[in-house]
């Protein structure tokens, strides 16, 4: 069982920056491949990163490739996503959720997420 919970949205206006942190509770972080989502009002969750359990491999949605960066800290079990140049359609909210087998892009593939947390940008 892993509980995941984010911190650090808020508002910002557009072309500034945020970073995001996901805290894990349990020793196995480690093994757990993390992802971010987003799910604005009105729309489907879509995804953001995903960061492997080692942090060796990457994945970014093209709408933030290039803007975000996602990375973790076992020792401290935490993932991050780093958002630069922040744009109002990115304003949403913001989950990290887990896996402990699947990397990749499907939400519903990932097994435990965290409660989410709002990210408004203004324009």
């Known amino acids: 069982q892993v509980q995941l919970v984010e911190s650090g949205g808020g508002l910002v206006q557009a072309g500034g920056s945020l970073r995001l942190s996901c805290a894990a509770s349990?020793?196995?972080?480690?093994?757990?491949?993390m992802g971010w989502f987003r799910q604005a009002p009105g729309k489907e969750r879509e995804f953001v990163a995903a960061i492997s359990w080692s942090g060796s491999d990457t994945y970014y949605a093209d709408s933030v490739k290039g803007r975000f960066t996602i990375s973790r800290d076992n020792a401290k079990n935490t993932v991050y996503l780093q958002m630069n140049s922040l744009k109002p359609e990115d304003t949403a909210l913001y989950y990290c959720a887990a896996s402990g087998r699947y990397y990749g892009t499907n939400y519903y593939s990932y097994d435990y997420w965290g409660q989410g947390i709002q990210v408004t940008v203004s324009s």
């Open positions: 349990g020793r196995t972080f480690s093994t757990y491949n």
